[in-house]
């Protein structure tokens, strides 16, 4: 896809690069990956005299993983390399070899980068000068990572509940608020909503705030960390509860607007996710091929059989669906971050953005389980290394918003953005340049599962909005298909031009005959009573 994309020249200078830092991934990375994920951060609330201090303690292993994301420019790529629209593919290159091999530190890594773009876009040029350098460098010395603390117990997606309160006292903004769930606890700053004294009541009201964890003097900025969370996954990542009490802030870019201006920050870290569980796909995908080509069952190598490699085969194709749909996100983004975006671009990244978080996040938990099914006994005991892929992907679908917070988010921006359309006719002129030749019949059913997709969206309007929520996540579902089948149809245009070969045409044809969601995108008129029936939640809470 990366040769497909790029011209040639730059794909010729970035590969080395990728090899070098594939060959990291499968060694060195990956030790370090075991090492921190077998020695979890611990709390350290009070020092031995029993002063508050508030340590995370982490492995070795954790900030080794660090200082190698940064030497080699995960969150610096977009902005340092000079490849203008091309940036944003070299990172997500970049993201899914090193991503699988770093315990996680990709977290940290996505609200960097969201952070540093939305300190670009909305802070003053002074607060941006002084900190982006800082989030943005090679230096392992001088990388600052970044928090993103926007959960609270009332608030959770919906942040209008934000109870977090700002203060001006003595001239410095002082926040006052509980979050119940910030991940990346370790990193130097953070990006949080907060509600000024006067502001008006929901998300209206809130303003981005800046905050740095420590003081000049090196004593925590009235942040108390109350605990870290036990949590399924994602063990070597330090995750924390927490409150702030009087920390000093920066408003970012004054006051108000702070749900829109956090936006830049929210589109990354769903783009970050999505190559992350890219990355878990393809790397299940390269263990388990290895696997069945050493493991004999019945006299030959578990590669023979053909029911393993119906199995594999329909992994793979989910995969590369999931990954067509990613790389198209990173072509828009790079266009819209280099200003080469038209309007056209600009719907595509608005709507595409959450459909490739809901869909790839739910691709990787159910890759991640068929995956270590196909281990056997062995993917379910700690000492291979394979639980722990479940265990992480499990966390996919839940950051950056569920899939039917993602799917309304869909609505948003098809709707009230006017994305649909844009998108729409843009992805018709490019079905009518692949229809031809053995494409033909795919372009075919892509087509009409773009049409019926526009027509469901039709229906649901008809019956009413309870209908249109109610159908959100299945019709998110199935253009995010769409979308996706678009991108294998377009690889495989371009291998078989190129005399590649057929293998991207037929994961287009056996993708988009099989998924589930592009055969059905309604049902009937009776959905809401059923709903009402078959979830039990008409009834009212027990005592």
């Known amino acids: 896809m990366l040769a497909r994309l790029l011209p040639a020249d730059v794909h010729a200078g970035l590969e080395p690069q990728w090899r070098a830092l594939g060959e990291a991934a499968a060694g060195p990375l990956e030790a370090l990956a075991r090492e921190a994920e077998s020695s979890p951060p611990r709390h350290l609330p009070f020092d031995a005299w029993g002063r508050r201090v508030d340590e995370i303690h982490v492995s070795p292993a954790w900030r080794r993983l660090q200082d190698e994301a940064a030497r080699w420019g995960l969150a610096a790529a977009p902005y340092d390399t000079g490849l203008g629209p091309w940036a944003r593919l070299h990172q997500l290159a970049l993201l899914m070899l090193y991503g699988p091999s770093s315990a996680v530190f990709t977290c940290h890594l996505a609200m960097t980068d969201g952070a540093a773009r939305t300190l670009l876009e909305h802070a003053d040029p002074d607060l941006a000068g002084r900190v982006v350098p800082h989030l943005t460098s090679?230096?392992?010395?001088?990388?600052?990572?970044?928090?993103?603390?926007?959960?609270?117990?009332?608030?959770?997606?919906?942040?209008?509940?934000?109870?977090?309160?700002?203060?001006?006292?003595?001239?410095?903004?002082r926040l006052t608020g509980d979050?119940?769930?910030?991940?990346?606890?370790?990193?130097?700053?953070?990006?949080?909503?907060?509600?000024?004294?006067?502001?008006?009541?929901?998300?209206?009201?809130?303003?981005?705030?800046?905050?740095?964890?420590?003081?000049?003097?090196?004593?925590?900025?009235?942040?108390?960390?109350?605990?870290?969370?036990?949590?399924?996954?994602?063990?070597?990542?330090?995750?924390?509860?927490?409150?702030?009490?009087?920390?000093?802030?920066?408003?970012?870019?004054?006051?108000g607007g702070g749900v829109k201006k956090i936006t830049p920050l929210l589109n990354l870290t769903r783009f970050h996710n999505a190559a992350n569980a890219c990355g878990m796909m393809a790397r299940l995908l390269q263990l388990l091929r290895d696997y069945a080509r050493r493991r004999q069952v019945f006299g030959e190598p578990l590669a023979r059989k053909p029911l393993h490699r119906e199995t594999v085969a329909a992994l793979a194709a989910e995969y590369e669906a999931g990954l067509a749909l990613t790389v198209e996100c990173a072509r828009l983004l790079g266009r819209v971050d280099s200003r080469e975006a038209d309007d056209a671009d600009r719907a595509g990244l608005r709507l595409l953005t959450p459909l490739a978080k809901l869909f790839t996040a739910r691709q990787a938990v159910a890759v991640a389980s068929e995956a270590l099914e196909g281990f056997g006994g062995a993917g379910y005991v700690e000492d291979t290394g394979l639980p722990v892929w479940l265990r992480n992907a499990q966390v996919l679908p839940i950051w950056e918003g569920t899939t039917n917070v993602l799917a309304l988010d869909v609505l948003r921006a098809a709707v009230k953005d006017g994305a649909l359309d844009a998108w729409a006719a843009r992805t018709r002129e490019r079905i009518a340049a692949i229809g031809a030749g053995a494409l033909a019949p795919t372009a075919a059913a892509l087509c009409a599962s773009l049409d019926e997709?526009?027509?469901a969206q039709r229906r649901s309007v008809e019956a009413g909005p309870a209908f249109v929520e109610a159908g959100a996540r299945r019709w998110a579902l199935r253009l995010a298909a769409v979308a996706a089948g678009l991108g294998l149809c377009e690889q495989a245009a371009w291998s078989l031009a190129g005399a590649r070969g057929e293998r991207s045409?037929?994961?287009?044809?056996?993708f988009l005959s099989e998924t589930p969601c592009l055969l059905?995108?309604?049902?009937?008129?009776?959905?809401?009573?059923?709903?009402?029936?078959l979830s039990g939640l008409s009834e009212p809470p027990s005592a």
């Open 138 to 173: 090679r230096d392992p010395a001088r990388l600052w990572t970044s928090g993103q603390w926007m959960t609270e117990r009332a608030g959770g997606s919906d942040v209008s509940g934000t109870g977090t309160v700002a203060r001006l006292v003595d001239g410095t903004w």
């Open 179 to 255: 979050k119940w769930f910030t991940s990346a606890v370790t990193s130097e700053v953070a990006l949080t909503l907060a509600r000024s004294d006067g502001a008006p009541g929901g998300s209206a009201g809130l303003s981005l705030f800046y905050l740095e964890q420590r003081r000049a003097d090196g004593s925590r900025n009235g942040v108390v960390i109350h605990r870290l969370k036990d949590k399924l996954g994602t063990r070597a990542l330090p995750t924390a509860e927490l409150s702030l009490e009087g920390a000093a802030a920066v408003p970012v870019g004054g006051l």
């Open 453 to 455: 997709a526009l027509a």
């Open 505 to 510: 045409l037929l994961a287009a044809r056996r």
């Open 520 to 533: 059905d995108a309604t049902g009937g008129a009776d959905r809401l009573r059923a709903n009402d029936l």
